[in-house]
């Protein structure tokens, strides 16, 4: 078997359906696919005659990091304001920064800085929503990176789209021009949430999604208040509310999904929609703390996500994996709820799912797209190494990234990005920042 | 006036009372002490004749940060064992693995490891208790680190102590032994908590802390049964009951103090306890979430702390101070809690205060002793900046520490060690690690 990368010396964490751990292993990569997944010792054919080996130098190589909520341009916004009421961020701060500063170059920057950043920390693939989503699109084929992106569906005025009458229409031209153009991009539409698009809006973009054949995705029960700002009737949950309107199917994506009870639950599982977990964005605004746990006890399909970098404040995919691991032990009062293994099939494989690619990425497995990290261990933090998966979710630091590779192409090479130029995008961002502070000043600390 | 070293062109975060960030800043260390903070432009005498420039390059320099509660040793069990019920993670794991593993070799390359971790993420200053301190204090001592160290006095046989009638003595011998040995090692006693120690215990282990007029450290309130494991009345909490015998005072530092109701608080802050915060173990053992917003509220020195790395896993404080926003927020429901700058008060000038330390270190102040770090924040995650607060707490990362000082001494350059052999304490480390590996293999994996 001739491979075009072999990637050897490394501790495989396979995230198979046994969470399979192969020390001393090597994983040999053909045509962008894996081709051979198992003990070094073993690997089939002449080492020496493939064209690039990778030493892990005894690292962890595990499955790109699948990050399933993104709005990549608000990193243009990361740190603009914090710690200060949810209204007052959005309306004071975000809402008049994007319709301020949002033009397809400045979006395409941002989508550019973020993806230097969760290239280096590791995320391979991202499901993103926003505006202007076609420079986003853009900015994703320039990396190099995996996605799944929907252009933002929103009942007011948003940046670069004055009517809001022409949005749905604008989201299925984003889903028409994407399909089939980049065999890293799927696109889908992103219907913002039932507190900002009316049921007919939420009806008629799933109908569109579902003609399109492409994922929905749309933020539900992220805020204790949502039923209120959404208007529904008392006993109304927003699930309930989706449920009734035919939004909810295997292809939808619910964001957050924070407030759901017992009934909310068993209309998820019914339905078998997909869920994207994001506890760092939902502990910084103090919205709550989703029942994850629950969820997959039911059999939901449920990925982790960071969200956008101005709730976060970072793309960091170990980070949220550390948090997500601690805060639900604590959440539940019990430290085996939410185990490292459980943690990392969420940032990986169950991510993966959940936005539709958990038959093509997610796992190392032979036959599955080329999307691998290797993580650096010899460093003070990660020693000794009893249990790699302890590590990942416990210990390491998305700047242990030495490798990252998606679909079989090398993006992350000794910690360093090898294809975008991190110096020029950080310049180009810095640039637009500079008119976003003069702007923000005056209401700029909380 | 003359400087040794020169911190030029950073933006300093003083953490003095008035919390004042300096842009364009300049930090001028002599005879160990910071001699000048202010404008770069406004450096006395000649710039050029200073022996050391350290350019920031833009970054953040900031107070070394504080670690309240440390069991550095215990970085040797770091994933060890996860996601287990606490009672079988101490007695079929941690406990055997101290009585098996522990002697005064190997707890210093424990400690030398943790050493190397906490310098190479910005640590200056740890709180530490553990068996065989005496073998801790010569690691910090190596590693020209900052600390206050205590030995541990415990009612069972502890490692290297089979005679628990003797344990307090061996604290006195220790304390009296670093006392005035080191500029930067402070000793002090560490009576681990109301459950392991007998009233007599607590009371001779404070008695002798006064005598020796050093901090008394104990872990108190950490989980919600500790009154039954320490067999006390109903309605009488551990603090009712350590302040009925009479070592709650301004010397005592509180570690976790998780359940507290009101009337504990009151007696708190009529003590001026000190109290020491440490949210991912608490969370990761599923302990609970201390009320340190109230605590705070109320007047209460709070710092931050990592606990030990076997329940950590880490000893980053930049992922505490993190999680620390993070949590507060969710928990309390409310965006506005411990913000920012409160965070990054508890990880340095309130942390310092907790252990004794509060005039000596702890900010950027003209007359303080020089420790500093500097964040380097040209990387994509940091960027862009429009407030240094917010990056230091939600979105640097450990490994973003460039240069950390201590005593005026540069023990990080340019993210590598100057003084510690990582490699060799590596190497060290994973011969022990070795052992620990084949004795726990019979009940590694939960």
Redesign the interface.
Same mark, same amino acid.
């Given at each position: 078997m001739a491979f075009e990368t072999l990637i050897t010396n490394g501790i495989i964490i396979t995230v198979n359906a046994d969470f399979e751990i192969i020390y001393n292993g090597a994983v040999g990569i053909a045509g962008g696919r894996i081709a051979y997944v198992g003990p070094a010792a073993d690997v089939p054919g002449e080492t020496a005659s493939t064209p690039h080996i990778i030493d892990a130098d005894g690292g962890l190589v595990m499955p790109g990091l699948v990050n399933t909520h993104t709005h990549l341009p608000m990193?243009?916004f990361?740190?603009?304001a914090?710690?200060?009421?949810?209204d007052r961020?959005l309306n004071n701060h975000i809402f008049p920064a994007e319709q301020k500063h949002l033009r397809p170059e400045t979006v395409k920057w941002g989508a550019l800085?973020?993806c230097?950043?969760m290239l280096?920390?590791g995320t391979t693939t991202c499901c993103d929503g926003y505006f202007f989503e076609d420079a986003v699109a853009e900015a994703l084929s320039e990396a190099g990176m995996r996605a799944v992106l929907g252009q933002g569906v929103i009942d007011f005025p948003a940046p670069g789209l004055p009517d809001p009458g022409a949005n749905i229409q604008h989201a299925v031209d984003f889903a028409r021009k994407w399909k089939n153009r980049s065999p890293l991009i799927l696109p889908s539409i992103f219907c913002h949430s039932p507190y900002t698009c009316s049921a007919k809006t939420l009806v008629s973009a799933k109908q569109a999604a579902k003609r399109e054949n492409v994922l929905f995705q749309v933020h539900v029960a992220e805020t204790?208040n949502e039923p209120d700002l959404a208007g529904l009737p008392p006993g109304r949950s927003p699930v309930k509310y989706l449920e009734s309107l035919g939004v909810l199917d295997a292809d939808t994506l619910a964001v957050h999904a924070v407030w759901v009870d017992m009934d909310d639950l068993s209309i998820l599982v019914r339905n078998n929609v997909k869920i994207s977990h994001n506890p760092?964005s939902?502990?910084?605004?103090?919205?709550?703390?989703s029942p994850v746990g629950a969820m997959i006890d039911c059999g939901l399909v449920v990925g982790l996500g960071t969200d956008g970098c101005a709730s976060?404040?970072?793309?960091?995919m170990f980070?949220e994996m550390?948090?997500a691991? *601690?805060?639900h032990?604590?959440s539940?009062?019990? +430290?085996?709820v939410m185990?490292?293994e459980k943690v990392i099939r969420m940032a990986t494989i169950e991510g993966a799912r959940a936005i539709g690619l958990g038959d093509r990425i997610g796992s190392v497995e032979t036959g599955k797209e080329a999307d691998l990290v290797v993580v650096d261990i010899?460093?003070?933090?990660l020693?000794?190494?009893?249990?790699p998966v302890?590590?990942v979710v416990?210990?390491a630091?998305?700047?242990?990234v030495r490798y990252v590779m998606i679909n079989g192409n090398l993006l992350v090479s000794n910690f360093r990005l090898t294809q975008l130029d991190?110096k020029d995008?950080?310049a180009r961002?810095?640039a637009?920042?500079k008119n976003? *502070?003069f702007s923000?000043r005056d209401e700029?600390? +909380?």
């Open positions: 990193s243009l990361r740190g603009l914090d710690d200060i009421p949810l961020w800085l973020s230097a950043e280096l920390s204790r760092e939902n502990m910084k605004l103090a919205s709550g703390i976060n404040n970072n793309l960091d980070s550390g948090t691991a *601690r805060l032990k604590v539940r009062k019990d +430290p085996t185990n490292a010899r460093q003070p933090h020693l000794p190494l009893y249990h302890s590590h416990y210990a630091r998305g700047g242990d991190g995008i950080m961002v810095n637009v920042a976003i *502070r923000d700029c600390r +909380p």
